[in-house]
């Protein structure tokens, strides 16, 4: 079993920056690649950023690429995600989530928290 607890959202202006942690408790948190999705009002849950458990490659949506950096620091049990020129349309939900067979797919990560709101306003 993995618990995982994000925090570091908040209300942010266009352009500016925020980093989301996620802490991990639980056996095994190197083992694990690490993901962060994201929902935003009325929209389905889309993944974000990824980092694999062993190499540390990480792979992302086309929207955030070259603004967004995830990472992870497997000796805290905590995976990161950097968000800098943070747009409008970046407000939502975003939720860490642990497992992951495929990069993409919600389904294929065991485990999740419970999110953490950004709102990033015009």
């Known amino acids: 079993q993995v618990q995982l607890v994000e925090s570091g959202g908040g209300l942010v202006q266009a352009g500016g920056s925020l980093r989301l942690s996620c802490a991990a408790s639980?056996?095994?948190?190197?083992?694990?690649?690490m993901a962060w999705f994201r929902q935003a009002p009325g929209k389905e849950r889309e993944f974000v950023a990824r980092?694999?458990?062993?190499?540390?490659?990480?792979y992302y949506t086309d929207s955030v690429k070259g603004r967004f950096t995830i990472s992870r620091d497997n000796a805290k049990n905590t995976v990161y995600l950097q968000m800098n020129s943070l747009k409008p349309e970046d407000t939502a939900v975003y939720y860490c989530?642990?497992?992951?067979?495929?990069?993409?797919?919600?389904?294929?990560?065991?485990?999740w928290g419970q999110g953490t709101q950004v709102t990033v306003s015009s």
């Open positions: 989530a642990a497992g992951g067979l495929f990069i993409n797919r919600e389904t294929s990560y065991n485990y």
């Open positions: 639980g056996r095994a948190f190197s083992s694990y690649a």
């Open positions: 980092v694999d458990s062993f190499t540390g490659r990480t």
